[in-house]
């Protein structure tokens, strides 16, 4: 690195990597680091330039050496991945990012996909899974808890770790009246379980899905059709967990049989029950979170890998909920 009066100068080796995926379609990655940091960015040949000042310069070394890290290994990322490459940056320093060598891969033979964390938070989230027979998986919408969980399950189902997938969800109205939408019961209640259905298609081929299915490798049910069950040799999310009561989340986790994994996911803060003192969420956090084997994962904005605006949305409402807290 070069100083002069006041801008440096700091070059970085990108020999090995694909320049396509570093500098993203019309320079779109280089523009977004210059944007992000106040630096200007300059790839020639097998060399990245940044100049700038020095404090942002030396903020945007570790973020585009992890992006020629990824490019080197042909991982794909988007000018979103950058922000949050930064935001880890930001609030933890270099250790912030997640190398692609201590990332946790979930490799899904079927739709020849690999899934790894984009984040600190949702990398322990995979490890929890992956060590503890109970996760409960809490954070707002966008930060991946149940597109990794079902992933997570998919994974299982494959390696013949489980023979069934089982995906619950409180049929919980949401300021619309369940009643008055058309057709059977089970019509009514689809709506309900749609993203369910959505993260498995976006993880196994269609038909393959359509199989599983007809022959109940795969149920995805209503939280209140597994009462009076015993789930064994699966693995099992219940999804939205904030609707469910306390009674229900009881009834749910007292359904574990043997060689059965689960995950409960949910969002504190988007709870559509008649009274929030009711979530079996807020609960079971607080009542099972120091027996061994639960795990209680907590993310948070940083995680959010949706639309950046996602964050910026999850953080307005955050400040504004706190300005209207009532005084006790």
């Known amino acids: ?138 954070g707002p919408a966008g930060t991946g808890k149940t597109y990794l969980a079902v992933a997570a399950a998919v994974d299982a189902l494959y390696k013949k770790q489980v023979k069934r997938i089982i995906l619950a969800r409180p049929a919980v109205e949401a300021g619309e009246n369940l009643g008055f939408l058309p057709g059977d019961l089970q019509e009514k209640v689809d709506p309900y379980l749609r993203p369910l259905y959505d993260a498995l298609e976006d993880m196994m081929p269609h038909e393959r899905v359509q199989r599983a299915l007809e022959d109940s490798t795969i149920e995805i049910a209503p939280l209140a059709y597994m009462r009076g069950r015993t789930l064994s040799d699966a693995f099992v999310i219940l999804d939205e967990a904030q609707n469910a009561t306390r009674a229900q989340m009881k009834m749910f986790l007292t359904r574990l049989g043997l060689n059965s994994r689960v995950v409960i996911t949910g969002d504190k803060t988007q709870i559509d029950l008649p009274s929030e003192a009711n979530s079996g969420l807020l609960e079971v956090e607080e009542i099972l979170g120091e027996i061994d084997g639960i795990e209680v994962i907590y993310l948070d904005a940083k995680d959010v890998i949706r639309h950046r605006l996602v964050k910026d949305i999850i953080k307005a409402y955050a400040r504004d909920d706190a300005e209207v807290e009532p005084l006790t």
């Open 1 to 138: 690195m070069t100083k002069g009066d006041t801008m440096v100068e700091h070059r970085l080796d990108t020999e090995g990597a694909d320049p396509l995926m570093l500098a993203g379609v019309n320079d779109r990655n280089m523009h977004e680091v210059s944007k992000l940091f106040s630096v200007r960015v300059v790839l020639r040949g097998n060399h990245l330039v940044l100049t700038g000042d020095l404090a942002a310069v030396e903020r945007a070394v570790p973020v585009v050496q992890h992006m020629i890290e990824l490019a080197r290994l042909r991982a794909p990322f988007d000018t979103t991945d950058i922000a949050r490459f930064a935001d880890g940056v930001e609030a933890l320093g270099p250790r912030g990012i997640v190398h692609p060598d201590d990332e946790v891969r979930i490799a899904l033979p079927g739709s020849r996909r690999v899934i790894v964390p984009k984040s600190d938070g949702q990398r322990a989230y995979i490890d929890a899974i992956r060590t503890n027979d109970i996760v409960i998986g809490i």
